[in-house]
């Protein structure tokens, strides 16, 4: 009698029937983990969507890292913000007596990422409002270009005004050079140093640094266009309308406020690597490094 239990055990474990219920015990493991890990992931991604990335803070001013498509602020409180989601995250910067409860002391277009310097009182506020306005300030701005330009430097100088063809939605502008579309042009210029020249889905693009001496509505993005290379992702300003671009590739990287109050000088991560932009982008030749570009777009 035993021996013959003893037989029928050691038959049902020849048969491989347990192997495959093990295999099948491994695979419901495999799936009820990556279950539990994916409704992790998706928390995380609703919670940082829900906050802003801070780069500095003190008592004075408040530095974030603005997403790309989201508005600093809107009339319509139903719409996500910079300023909705601050209302949540620091309610006790928000200012009363203000109509968008924070001092927005500049601004970054919808499409565009990167630094936003916030104060955090009436007095900074007005100090960096005048470091803007005497064009005290230096801007930095990283972009994916279209195609490979010709130069590996380049001051534009060429004045904007607003789009007559637009007025009702002053949602775009234009340059001199369309003479009769252009109303109350300004002299607008911008330092254009060459990074990398490569492809990004297999299309030339060029990565550079910008830097604006002036601080004209949408300067940058008319200026690259203007100069034949829009910015990859600008449909705006794009001669054809390319929706393949997950993003517009403009970002804010470097802000330098130079005040009384406290001085300022913040730098965000490079937004725009290979492996940020998950290989999309192959860099085949560097003209110059991040390390030695502010100094050399400072120069010229």
């Known amino acids: 009698m035993i021996d013959e239990i003893v037989d029928r055990i050691v038959q049902f474990f020849s048969t491989g029937l347990v192997e495959k219920i093990i295999k099948a015990f491994l695979v419901l493991c495999d799936r009820f983990v990556n279950f539990i890990l994916s409704l992790c992931e998706s928390n995380n991604y609703k919670k940082k969507d829900e ?16 997403k790309h498509d ?3 602020n809107s009339n319509d409180t139903k719409k996500k913000t910079v300023q909705t989601i601050m209302r949540k995250q620091f309610p006790e910067y928000v200012q009363d007596n203000l ?10 277009d919808f499409a565009t990422s990167g630094i936003l310097c916030i104060p955090l009182n009436k007095n900074a506020c007005k100090e960096v409002c005048q470091v803007f306005e005497e064009q005290r300030a230096r801007k930095y701005y990283l972009a994916l270009l279209r195609g490979h330009t010709d130069f590996d430097e380049e001051v534009i100088d060429i004045a904007i005004g607003e789009d007559v063809r637009f007025k009702d939605t002053s ?17 607008s210029i911008t330092k254009v140093l060459v990074l990398d020249r490569g492809y990004y889905n297999g299309k030339p ?12 509505r949408h300067q940058l993005r008319l200026h690259c266009s203007q100069i034949g290379h829009v910015i990859v992702g600008d449909y705006t300003y794009s001669l054809k309308i390319d929706t393949s671009p997950p993003r517009m590739f ?12 406290e001085n300022l000088d913040i730098q965000t991560d490079d937004p725009f690597t290979e492996k940020a932009l998950k290989y999309k ?5 560097q003209v110059n490094s991040i390390a030695n570009a502010f100094d050399i777009i400072d120069s010229f």
């Open 51 to 66: 906050t802003v990335d801070v780069l500095y803070t003190s008592g004075n001013f408040l530095v974030i890292n603005k």
């Open 250 to 261: 403009l970002h804010a990287f470097r802000l330098v406020l130079p005040n009384t109050i």
């Open 205 to 216: 693009v060029t990565k550079v640094l910008l830097r604006p001496i002036t601080g004209r």
């Open 99 to 108: 109509t968008h409860d924070f001092y927005f002391a500049h601004r970054l």
């Open 171 to 187: 949602k775009k502008m234009c340059t001199i050079l369309e003479d009769e579309l252009c109303q109350n042009p300004r002299r």
């Open 281 to 285: 982008w192959k860099v085949v030749e």
């Open 70 to 72: 989201l508005l600093i």
